[in-house]
Structure formats: C-alpha cells, structure tokens
C-alpha cells in the first residue's frame, strides 16, 4: 500500500523532524503532571478526558477554519475522525485517566516507550515503510531502554498492581495503530489542522458515549474543582496536536512514534520533582539510552554517509 506524495511527503530527517518530535514529546509528557494534580483535586478520569478532547477540537476547528482548511463531513472524513480519534485519543486519554492513581505520573508514562517498535512493525506490514538499517538500530536501542526501564530492576510496581500494568498496554497498542491508520488513510487534501480538529472532536464523541454509557455525565460538574488545570490541559493539547499532525506529515508514522520516548523521559522526570516519585539508576541508565536512540534514528543515516 503507498500513499499519494501529495498528500503525505516521504518520510524527511533534519532539524524540523527532530525539534517536532521533542516539542511533541515534551508536551505529552507534561499532560501526565497536569492529569494527575486535576484527579488529586477531586476530578473523575471521563470527564477531564472529555473536556479536554472537546475544548482543544473546538480550538484546533477554529485554528482550521481562520487558515481555511477544509473538514468536510463527508463519510471517508468522517470515518477518519472516527477511527483516529478512537485509537488516537479516546483509547490511550482515557486508559491513562484510570491507571494513573495506581501507577503514578513517571511509571504511567513508561508505556509510551513501546509504539514506536509496534509502530515500525505494523508500518512494515501494510507496506507504508521500508526502514534502513540505522532507522532500525535507533528504534531498537529505544526499545532496549525502555526493556531497562520495566524490567525487574526497573523497580516497576509491586505485583499487586500487575493488572493495572496490563491495562496500561493498552495505551501503546492503541497509539500504535493510530499511527498506522492516520498515514494508510489520510483524506487526499486533508491538511493537518483540519485533521487534527476531527480527531479530537472524534475522540470526544467516544468519551460521551462512555459518559453516557456510565452515568459519569453527571460529573461533569465536577471540573469546575480544577477549572484553571482544564484550562491548561485544552490549551496544551491543541498545541501539541497541531505540532503533532505537522510532525506526521514530515516525518511519517514510525518516526512520530518516537514522541512516546521523549514523554516517558519527562514523565519521569516531572513524577521525581513534582511528586517526588523515586525510581532505581536502572531507571534513568534506560532513559539515557532512550535518547541515544532517538537521536540515532534522527541522524543516524546523515552519520552513515
């Protein structure tokens, strides 16, 4: 399967790719604090997770129609907002929202460390990519950082708190495929902004049949006990979500996947100032070689030359 140059650039390295994929990393990561913070004042998990879809789709559908970009509500546009929001946003936000009291704002961020090599593998299977050698070598290294982190020396949680671990995979799965479905299926025309609004608009929806499935709409109410955290929360994800889509677009789904990377790196390192969430060496040895990885992918064939 290959996909329209026009609509979806190949894959490009350099400065852009690399500063998007910190920018966007970074900005994830700092979502772990801020949900944490809003659930110790009291907020449920569905309703932050649908304020903040609603307001930064609003946002990002405001940002589109000033830069007139089209979001027709056709059924190939509104099947993409479907699904990406589903997998993209609704999955993972709320799968987060939950796990979060129990595994804390560093070790919730941990599986983010795993799309990028679920990524690459499903990239590979669909045909969408076809890595070099380094590009490999780079994500591997990742992985094995990441394998130091949650590995038995990675002082993960205690056995007692083994489902909700599990639970948490859900995440990366889920980012995974959304990676993967956002590039397959990218609207001919579609432009980043647009796309983006659709998607959190789409994920929103997800999370409202789930507020209405569970009865939660009637907690609504309870944002206003953080109102300035939701505030932050929207803004921060309509930011990010624009850096996001732009990042798709230069860079291709397997190397965006890599923000996974960058968030955990700063989920931890928020958990230990923040909260003062403690975690072994091994911890943060798996971390530095996060971020050898990252840059080998990054830089790695422009070294090979």
Do not use: C, H
Request: glycine content about 12%; aromatic content about 10%; hydrophobic content about 55%.
């Amino acid at each position: 399967m290959t996909l329209p140059s026009a609509t979806v650039p190949p894959a490009s390295r350099g400065a852009e790719s690399l500063a998007l994929l910190l920018l966007v990393g970074g900005l994830i990561g700092v979502i772990f604090p801020v949900t944490k913070i809003a659930q110790a004042a009291g907020v449920p998990p569905l309703p932050w997770a649908f304020s903040m879809m609603l307001g930064a789709g609003v946002i990002l559908a405001g940002m589109a129609r000033v830069k007139r970009q089209p979001m027709p509500l056709t059924g190939r546009y509104l099947r993409y907002f479907a699904v990406s929001g589903l997998l993209s946003m609704a999955l993972p936000n709320v799968v987060l929202f939950f796990v979060m009291p129990w595994l804390g704002a560093g070790l919730s961020a941990v599986v983010y460390t795993l799309p990028p090599i679920l990524t690459l593998l499903m990239a590979v299977a669909v045909r969408i990519e076809k890595p070099d050698r380094g590009r490999v070598a780079g994500i591997l290294l990742g992985f094995v950082g990441a394998l130091m982190i949650v590995g038995p020396r990675g002082s993960l949680p205690s056995p007692d708190l083994a489902g909700w671990m599990a639970l948490a995979f859900v995440m990366p799965a889920a980012v995974a495929a959304g990676n993967v479905y956002r590039t397959v299926a990218w609207p001919p025309g579609g432009q980043p902004v647009a796309l983006a609004a659709g998607t959190m608009l789409g994920g929103a929806g997800w999370v409202l049949l789930a507020l209405l499935a569970t009865g939660a709409v009637a907690d609504l109410p309870a944002l206003g006990l953080a109102p300035w955290l939701a505030l932050l929360q929207i803004a921060v994800t309509a930011l990010t979500y624009v850096l996001y889509f732009r990042l798709q677009v230069v860079a291709g789904p397997v190397y965006l996947s890599q923000i996974g990377y960058v968030a955990t790196s700063v989920g931890l390192g928020t958990g230990t100032l923040l909260f003062g969430e403690r975690y072994s060496p091994w911890v943060w040895g798996g971390a530095a070689v996060i971020v050898l990885g990252v840059l080998l992918v990054s830089f790695g064939r422009r070294f090979a030359r």
